[in-house]
């Protein structure tokens, strides 16, 4: 199957997930969140066909899996520093996430910027001021072609609070808190609606309404390796019972944007909980047949690409609009040019110089566990 992977992409992949910080897995997971995305969004779009039932939950669920992901590695890296330096630097922290987010995502807010002033676009400025300081989540009347940036809003904050929340509590602290989050959050979305009926719009998109997903893979992060000294969760993520949790997940993720109390106070729980569960089995599970799909070339590719994807697909998956760069397939194509143009003249040149800026990068993944923490490890026979 190699073969069939162009040459340039297998290079390409390699240089961009080969190397001591790699997490095995995560970029084909991250490959598999943004093709749900796209297909909620594709749908609709002319010549594609619309399948309204399942749109807006399968988009929602590739973002839900990318939230988990991020609460996940954003804890493995500062884990890593914390254990290896006796101590998180904020700055280094920000300087590194700066230089990873804000230039790919302020080129395509300047662009749209300047449609705007050539009146090609209907956005505001307060569509503008929302999108610079990564508020839109909490923007009622966003506009489809900075609605997206609703995700990236969360992340930012998550960003904002939690790297302190850890650098202040230590390890210990922050699983508590991590804790505390899983908690509330389901509490908050099903009492929004109940006691700030104005605010019930933002049950879905502000971050406290988000924050368990983060806080679920932050917990993961932190509780690695103690689950991993477990036995029974051992034999479980290497039995076929581990694909309940995936299943499970993306079932509940077919009733997401439902109102009912079950979905907001157990029912999200329980698909981060299987989203949680997914990612350690996959990055345990490497060596399996879906493991090997997950980090062939081609799966890495899309996945280092995701972030760019997610970033330029709004402007060609408009499903209001009949030109042609909104017209499937023109518009994946048009949003797979527009992604290799940010990823290659804009994210890896940032990315380069924030090696030299903040050289703590790319820290290794934490042990995982005794025994080398490989599925091929754990006992099989009862012992």
């Not at 230089?99 to 009146?119: E, N, Q, S």
């Not at 439902?258 to 029912?267: E, I, Q, T």
């Not at 799966?299 to 042609?324: K, N």
Request: with cysteine; net charge positive; proline share 7%.
């Amino acid at each position: 199957m190699p073969a069939l992977v162009p040459q340039f992409i297998r290079q390409a992949a390699a240089r961009a997930t080969e190397g001591p910080g790699r997490i095995p897995s995560l970029d084909g997971l991250r490959a598999l969140s943004i093709a749900l995305v796209l297909f909620a969004h594709t749908s609709g779009t002319q010549y594609f066909p619309s399948f309204v039932f399942l749109r807006r939950n399968l988009g929602n669920f590739g973002v839900r899996v990318f939230f988990v992901i991020s609460g996940f590695l954003i804890t493995t890296l500062l884990i890593k520093e914390l254990r290896t330096r006796g101590r998180i630097s904020l700055g280094h922290f920000y300087i590194r996430r700066f230089f990873r987010i804000f230039p790919a995502a302020y080129a395509y807010i300047a662009v749209m910027a300047a449609l705007t002033l050539a009146g090609l676009t209907p956005l505001g400025l307060g569509d503008f001021l929302h999108a610079v300081t990564y508020t839109v989540n909490y923007d009622r009347d966003r506009h489809w072609l900075l609605i997206h940036l609703w995700s990236l809003s969360v992340e930012e904050q998550f960003y904002l609070l939690w790297p302190a929340t850890l650098a202040l509590g230590g390890l210990a602290g922050g699983a508590r808190v991590a804790i505390a989050v899983l908690f509330a959050a389901p509490l908050l979305r099903f009492f929004t609606p109940w006691f700030f009926p104005d605010l019930a719009w933002s049950v879905g998109s502000s971050f406290q309404t988000n924050m368990d997903a983060l806080g679920i893979g932050c917990l993961l992060a932190l509780k690695r390796e103690p689950l991993w000294s477990w036995t029974l969760y051992r034999r479980f993520l290497a039995s076929t019972a581990f694909w309940l949790a995936p299943a499970a997940a993306f079932a509940i993720s077919l009733s997401f944007l439902s109102h009912d109390p079950f979905v907001h106070l157990a029912g999200q729980s329980i698909m981060n909980l299987g989203i949680a569960l997914t990612i350690d089995g996959c990055i345990r599970r490497a060596a399996t047949p879906a493991g090997r799909f997950l980090n062939h070339p081609l799966m890495c590719y899309i996945g280092v690409l995701s972030y760019s994807i997610y970033l330029w697909q709004e402007p060609f998956l408009d499903r209001t609009s009949t030109a042609p760069w909104n017209s499937f397939p023109i518009n994946l194509l048009c949003t797979a040019a527009a992604a290799l143009a940010s990823y290659h003249l804009i994210e890896r040149p940032c990315l380069e110089l924030r090696k030299v800026l903040a050289p703590l990068d790319s820290p290794r993944a934490p042990r995982p566990a005794p025994s080398g923490a490989t599925i091929e490890s754990v006992p099989r026979d009862g012992s």
